[in-house]
Nanobody
Framework: QVQLVESGGGLVQAGGSLRLSCAASIRTAMGWFRQAPGKEREFVAAISSGGSTTRYTDSVQGRFTISRDNAKNTAYLQMNSLKPEDTAVYYC???????????????WGQGTQVTVSS
């Protein structure tokens, strides 16, 4: 069983930045999904266990950056140029690979609210 503990999130104006963190109990591929009110949960970004492979959904490419510190088993999602449509609950996720994580994450964090005001 992989434990995921998220931190970060909050309220920011459009154009601002936030950083999410997710600490895992083991070294594994990690990433984030988000779910806006009335919408399905969607994939945002993923990073491989070694950090050499990253994946992003098109709507955040160039604005969000996922990274990790393997000494701490922690992944980070740096979110820049935030837009109101980025408002959602962001969930950290983990799986054996980025390919698996994008479709069927095996473990989930508790979620953190990100609100972008216009």
């Amino acid at each position: 069983q992989v434990q995921l503990v998220e931190s970060g999130g909050g309220l920011v104006q459009a154009g601002g930045s936030l950083r999410l963190s997710c600490a895992a109990s083991i070294r594994t591929a990690m990433g984030w999904f988000r779910q806006a009110p009335g919408k399905e949960r969607e994939f945002v970004a993923a990073i491989s266990s070694g950090g050499s492979t990253t994946r992003y959904t098109d709507s955040v490419q160039g604005r969000f950056t996922i990274s990790r510190d393997n000494a701490k088993n922690t992944a980070y999602l740096q979110m820049n140029s935030l837009k109101p449509e980025d408002t959602a609950v962001y969930y950290c996720a983990a799986a054996q690979s980025t390919a698996v994580l994008r479709t069927t994450p095996e473990y989930w964090g508790q979620g953190t609210q990100v609100t972008v005001s216009s």
